[in-house]
């Protein structure tokens, strides 16, 4: 069900009776951009501060502009799962300017250009877009609003309280024998006709109205409709700020429905929803997940659910449910050895066909829009919606599912799922939303240093083959971090590490300045072409990256185009030069490049 703002109130019940009655939702939020600075580009050895601090910074940045929430419920006379989707568009609306709620925000040409490619309606998302404002913005403005009713009192000095009491005492005398239209206070000071406006307005009701002059202040008396007018403002702001809560109401329903939230690659997705429907993103992560904790008690993402550990070791070979030990991780290679592609596209195309066959799923009466057959990608309603019916046919498969049986929330692997959010390009598995962030052990990586410019990956192959297989990750021409692919051999590269060398510098990682590897500014002098094949990462969950090193930079471009998407593992991304070069072929050995 499409909702702009012409049919957003007459929607909002039908809106809360789906979220109150599901058994779960499912969302997806489309952007204005991602952000592609070089300070942004997500980074393997990213810590969890620093990986939030890139989202935090792309979601203060850019803006929401259309959201899909999907409610599944489960029917049990039709033993099936009914969806209720709504594609909401949304759009920051200014209101009256005493509300001072004119944002500003960035956008990203290859992003909207995508959005256009994909059907995105812009002048409806402006014409049509249900305005939003964020619980802390609320406060704020409400604030504003109650300082028109009553402003805050400024002190009166012991010094100055007789003439604050015999400036009032003759405008009593005025109002009892006076004609004059106009009584003036004479004012020493501005912090005198402060003094006077706030007093008179106290003490006479808002009977009388109060005007500053260059001498004093000037008294009149209101008439009947100019005493009203105030309060009619004040009123019709208040009215004004409850329409443009707009979007947000759906969000308090959700807060406090304390349903489920499923997501596919959802991190970002969450920023937004906290930044701009909640309060300005907090500085730490671990501040972020109480928030969101507090938010969505219940989070899955896809994402994570689909993807594996990749160490698993399944005796007899047999990867099949029915012979597989009862572990969670070996759980989570049944579904690797069936899920090779995990964009949500690709993931809902598998979880349509054997084996993933239960639970049923369907829409429900007048929510048949995506009916049609036709894929509709991107529009956040329909990707919300095949977000939760991927979820539920993947964990109908783990659970085993019958037919005519629903999903048991307490089952082990569902449990093992709850509050993990995939963390993408990373040696970190998930961020644990409800619970501490395991960092993973570093120690085998080491930082060489200080080697001849004109290295390639294949002279580090060559000096650096008795550690066995590595994985280079450069940082500049004569820099870069080496990952032990085997632990045992770590031992041997510290050893290494303690001998000097003229041709090098090599010592263990201190962990400082990761973001470093993504913000690399060597000039592009030379003309090249470079392809990166993104592809599904291997089972240490790194993503096998096979290119050349000349010039970091062009690389470093290219790799941010690539992770532009929020799930673009199958991305294929060629930087042009006007004189290309060809390419050394490297690789081999169990080298990558990252």
């Not at 409610?71 to 006379?77: K, P, Q, R, V």
């Not at 209101?95 to 256009?116: I, M, P």
């Not at 052990?441 to 192959?461: C, E, G, H, Q, Y």
């Not at 990952?483 to 303690?498: G, H, N, Y």
């Amino acid at each position: 069900m499409e909702v702009t703002r012409h049919n957003f109130e007459e929607t909002l019940p039908a809106v809360a009776e789906a979220i109150q009655g599901a058994d779960f939702l499912s969302i997806d939020t489309e952007f204005t951009g991602l952000g592609i600075d070089p300070s942004q580009r997500i980074d393997l050895l990213d810590t969890p501060q620093e990986r939030y601090v890139k989202q935090r910074s792309s979601a203060a940045q850019f803006l929401p502009i259309q959201i899909g929430l999907c409610a599944f419920a489960w029917n049990a006379e039709t033993n099936t799962y009914l969806a209720k989707p709504f594609n909401f568009f949304i759009f920051p609306r200014p209101g009256s300017r005493a509300f001072n709620l004119d944002r500003t925000f960035g956008s990203q040409a290859s992003s909207l250009d995508f959005l256009y490619g994909n059907s995105f309606d812009f002048n409806k998302w402006i014409r049509d877009g249900i305005s939003y404002v964020s619980t802390a913005e609320e406060a704020e403005v409400r604030a504003k609003i109650n300082a028109m009713k009553t402003d805050s009192d400024i002190p009166i000095e012991e010094r100055n309280r007789a003439y604050v009491e015999g400036a009032i005492a003759k405008i009593r005398d005025w109002l009892q024998n006076s004609t004059e239209q106009v009584h003036n206070v004479p004012t020493p000071s501005s912090y005198h006709k402060r003094l006077i406006h706030q007093e008179v307005k106290k003490q006479f009701n808002g009977n009388l109205s109060t005007e500053s002059t260059k001498l004093g202040v000037d008294i009149r008396k209101r008439l009947t409709e100019e005493k009203s007018a105030n309060d009619d403002r004040v009123v019709a702001l208040g009215a004004e700020l409850d329409t443009l809560i707009g979007f947000r109401k759906v969000i308090d329903i959700l807060s406090a429905a304390k349903k489920p939230i499923v997501g596919h690659n959802m991190l970002l997705d969450l920023c937004h929803f906290c930044h701009r429907f909640i309060q300005p993103l907090p500085d730490t992560f671990e501040e972020y997940k109480s928030v969101m904790h507090g938010l969505f008690p219940s989070i899955y993402d896809t994402k994570f659910v689909s993807s594996t550990n990749g160490d698993v070791q399944v005796s007899g070979g047999c990867t099949c449910f029915h012979c597989l030990p009862q572990g969670l991780t070996a759980l989570d290679r049944c579904l690797k050895a069936l899920v090779t592609n995990t964009t949500l596209g690709d993931l809902y195309a598998r979880v349509c066909d054997a084996p993933f066959l239960m639970p049923a799923v369907d829409l429900a009466e007048n929510f048949d829009q995506y009916k049609t057959g036709s894929k509709q990608l991107h529009e956040a309603g329909y990707d919300a919606y095949i977000t939760g019916f991927s979820f539920l046919r993947l964990m109908g498969h783990v659970s085993a599912l019958k037919e005519g049986e629903s999903l048991n929330w307490q089952a082990d692997f569902v449990e093992h799922c709850n509050n993990k959010m995939f963390v993408m390009r990373s040696d970190i598995s998930f961020f644990d939303i409800g619970g501490e962030d395991d960092i993973p052990d570093r120690s085998n990586v080491f930082k060489l240093s200080n080697f001849p410019a004109k290295w390639k990956t294949s002279d580090i192959m060559t000096r650096f083959k008795d550690v066995g297989a590595v994985v280079v990750k450069w940082v500049d021409d004569t820099t870069c971090l080496l990952i032990i692919r085997d632990r045992k051999m770590v031992s041997f590269a510290t050893a290494l590490s303690q001998k000097k060398n003229s041709e090098f510098s090599l010592e263990p990682w201190s962990g400082a300045s990761a973001a470093a590897t993504a913000t690399a500014t060597a000039t592009v002098t030379e003309s090249v072409t470079v392809e990166i094949k993104a592809e599904e990462g291997d089972d240490d969950g790194f993503i096998p990256v096979v290119q050349r090193k000349r010039r970091r930079h062009a690389l470093d471009s290219a790799r941010g185009a690539a992770d532009e998407g929020a799930d673009a593992d199958e991305e294929l991304v060629t930087v042009r030069r006007t004189r290309k070069r060809q390419r050394s072929s490297e690789g081999g050995n169990g080298c990558q490049i990252m």
